[in-house]
């Protein structure tokens, strides 16, 4: 429980000072990439009441640049629901 607190407090002061995607942050606080999904969407739910916001540029498409705006998941989208492609560039997250 302490340690992931830590690296929730490592995530959001490492988000507090540049954009970062989740592959970024996997790299500087070394967990794996999917487990940066779920202290995302902790941190996103726990900043509600500190006044600061997750700031999120969305997946999108390289093929059709399709933007994933609506989607209310940290992790990566599959495909692209309008042509099917599967390159995805990254979101990136910065708390302002
Ligand atoms: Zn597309």
Redesign the pocket.
Known sequence: MEALQTVRKQIVSLLSEEDLTAMDISHLVRIPEKDVAGHLSHIHRSLGSTGKKLIIEPYS?M????QFKKRDRFDRPGR?P????SHIRLASYRIL
Do not use: R
């Open positions: 498409c093929s059709c640049g399709y692209c309008q042509c099917k492609g």
